[in-house]
């Protein structure tokens, strides 16, 4: 089952605006990890945040985590064309990941 | 390789055939996850070694499925007697320790006809 829920499904915006995509889990967790995949093959690892931080920074990725409410959310600041992708969060109640359905972003140019 | 890989990297099969699926991690990597995605669908977790032993096999569907890794780096996921419904992309992933981030591999797309 899936217990991460991305908010919105799809996402589309033009290049060098800013990207916003929310994330709700059920359980508590110990981290939670933000993936990206083009074409529907390889993840690529974005960015992780433990369950004691509030926001992290990479490079034009925030993140932040709210347990609390058990939610999340990824901003990409100055999109391109390239971050045309789906996004993933996925929550690790333990060990394995639990993964959401994605949200499609596209950036047109 | 500097990244996980996985072999082959599409299959065509008929149903009620044997197939293997094979993961080469992450040199260095202890933990070593198998997840499954369907189109539109994010990955669902099938099972995950922690050296050479299985630490959870809760997300394997049913006793068709099995997956070794003999000598804690490779890992080969098995599925027998395939049914259509066993298409999907299969990932793989490798991390450095429990807990810490997962690399993904580029997957194995299995096609079940």
């Known amino acids: 089952s899936q217990q991460g829920e991305e908010d919105p499904q799809a996402l589309s915006i033009q290049e060098g605006e800013n990207a916003t995509m929310n994330c709700s889990y059920k359980?508590?967790?110990?981290?939670l990890q933000w993936y990206r995949q083009n074409s529907g093959r390889g993840l690529v690892h974005l960015i992780l945040?433990?369950?004691?931080?509030r926001e992290k920074h990479s490079g034009r990725l925030r993140v932040t985590l709210d347990t609390s409410k058990k939610s999340s959310s990824l901003l990409i600041t100055a999109s391109r064309a390239a971050d045309t992708a789906s996004y993933f969060c996925a929550t690790a109640p333990r060990e394995k990941l639990v993964f959401g359905k994605g949200t499609k972003l596209t950036v047109n140019p | 390789g500097a990244g996980v890989s996985q072999t082959p990297s599409n299959k065509v099969t008929e149903k009620g055939k044997y197939v293997e699926l094979r993961c080469d991690p992450i040199?260095?990597?202890?933990?070593l996850y198998w997840y499954r995605q369907s189109l539109g669908q994010g990955p669902e977790f099938l099972i995950y070694f922690q050296g050479t032993g299985a630490a959870d096999d809760s997300g394997l569907p049913n006793d068709r499925f099995f997956a070794v890794r003999p000598e804690g780096s490779v890992s080969t996921l098995k599925i027998q007697r395939t049914e259509r419904g066993d298409s999907a992309v299969y990932l793989c992933a490798s991390s450095y320790l429990i807990g810490n981030e997962q690399f993904f591999g580029p997957g194995t797309r299995l096609t079940v006809l």
């Open positions: 359980t508590s967790i110990n981290n």
């Open positions: 945040i433990r369950s004691n931080e």
């Open positions: 040199s260095g990597h202890t933990a």
